[in-house]
């Protein structure tokens, strides 16, 4: 795996990924529902929008590019991807564990993989005030619920994506939390996996205008941000980690 620290994004790249999504008109170009590729570090991206999806019953637009970005930042860092490969009548971030099966392929691999944090990719509209909004299962005894016993987590997404956004020549550079999309309903992925696995788990509402080839200054700002997050989160002890704060 190179050093991906000093290496610009390339965004053309990230096109390149994208297209087994974009393809049909965004239906995806899969032949499985969803896909998971095994990394090298104990860290996990998911992307279950990457592709159109149904909720309760109506037909939902894709993330774009949340697939093509989580495809790129596995080839920068190693880190292992599940992501929706082809359209179903099903929302894995909505629907029940027994529906579709990603949330259940999901939790079988975090089982048997040393995966510390799952990092759940999503898009936000183009209008909200928010660059990127972090959602972590709010319960009334525990603000965090969704990061277990590694509270630190959202701090230092919050803080590294807060310095690449600083130069951007837009107004929406904050990092919310827990404000619209919080990751509060039991079968959203962030909930359910950190409920049923040792893995911690953050959801990530990514503003439409961090995904788009054409504002590449904010694109490549977000992926260098998400791969300095992946890189350092690599680099820690989290065994030791939660010794200290259980």
Same mark, same amino acid.
């Given at each position: 795996?190179?050093? *991906?620290?000093?290496?610009?994004?390339?965004?053309?790249?990230?096109?390149?990924?994208?297209?087994?999504?974009?393809?049909?008109?965004?239906?995806?170009?899969?032949?499985? $529902?969803?896909?998971?590729?095994?990394?090298?570090?104990?860290?996990?991206? *998911?992307?279950?929008?990457?592709?159109?999806?149904?909720?309760?019953?109506?037909?939902?637009?894709?993330?774009?590019?949340?697939?093509?970005?989580? +495809?790129?930042?596995?080839?920068?860092?190693?880190?292992?991807?599940?992501? *929706?490969?082809?359209?179903?009548?099903?929302?894995?971030?909505?629907?029940?564990?027994?529906?579709?099966?990603?949330?259940?392929?999901?939790?079988? /691999?975090?089982?048997?993989?040393?995966? /510390?944090?799952?990092?759940?990719?999503?898009?936000?509209? +183009?209008?909200?005030?928010? $660059?990127?909004?972090?959602?972590?299962?709010?319960?009334?005894?525990?603000?965090?619920?969704?990061?277990?016993? /590694?509270?630190?987590?959202?701090?230092?997404?919050?803080? %590294?994506?807060?310095?690449?956004?600083?130069?951007?020549?837009?107004?929406?550079?904050? %990092?919310?939390?827990?404000?619209?999309?919080?990751?509060?309903?039991?079968?959203?992925?962030?909930?359910?996996?950190?409920?049923?696995?040792?893995?911690?788990?953050?959801?990530?509402? %990514?503003?439409?205008?961090?995904?788009?080839?054409?504002?590449?200054?904010?694109?490549?700002?977000?992926?260098?941000?998400? +791969?300095?997050? %992946?890189?350092?989160?690599?680099?820690?002890?989290?065994?030791?980690?939660?010794?200290?704060?259980?």
């Amino acid at each position: 795996m190179p050093n *991906s620290e000093n290496m610009e994004v390339d965004c053309k790249r990230i096109e390149e990924l994208e297209k087994v999504f974009s393809a049909n008109h965004y239906n995806g170009s899969g032949n499985t $529902a969803f896909r998971i590729e095994e990394g090298s570090v104990p860290i996990m991206l *998911s992307a279950p929008h990457a592709v159109n999806h149904f909720r309760d019953g109506k037909l939902k637009a894709a993330d774009c590019y949340t697939g093509g970005i989580a +495809r790129y930042l596995r080839e920068l860092t190693g880190c292992s991807i599940i992501y *929706s490969a082809s359209f179903t009548e099903t929302d894995p971030n909505y629907d029940s564990p027994e529906d579709g099966g990603y949330k259940e392929s999901l939790k079988a /691999y975090l089982k048997t993989h040393p995966v /510390y944090l799952l990092m759940d990719l999503h898009g936000a509209a +183009r209008e909200r005030e928010f $660059a990127v909004e972090m959602g972590t299962a709010p319960r009334k005894r525990k603000e965090d619920a969704s990061l277990l016993q /590694y509270p630190f987590v959202d701090d230092v997404i919050k803080a %590294i994506l807060e310095e690449k956004f600083l130069s951007l020549n837009t107004e929406k550079k904050n %990092i919310s939390k827990n404000v619209f999309f919080a990751a509060k309903n039991q079968n959203t992925i962030a909930n359910y996996i950190s409920a049923h696995t040792n893995t911690a788990c953050i959801q990530l509402e %990514i503003n439409r205008e961090y995904r788009e080839t054409e504002h590449s200054l904010a694109m490549q700002s977000l992926v260098e941000g998400l +791969r300095d997050c %992946i890189s350092y989160f690599s680099t820690l002890d989290w065994d030791k980690l939660r010794r200290t704060f259980e």
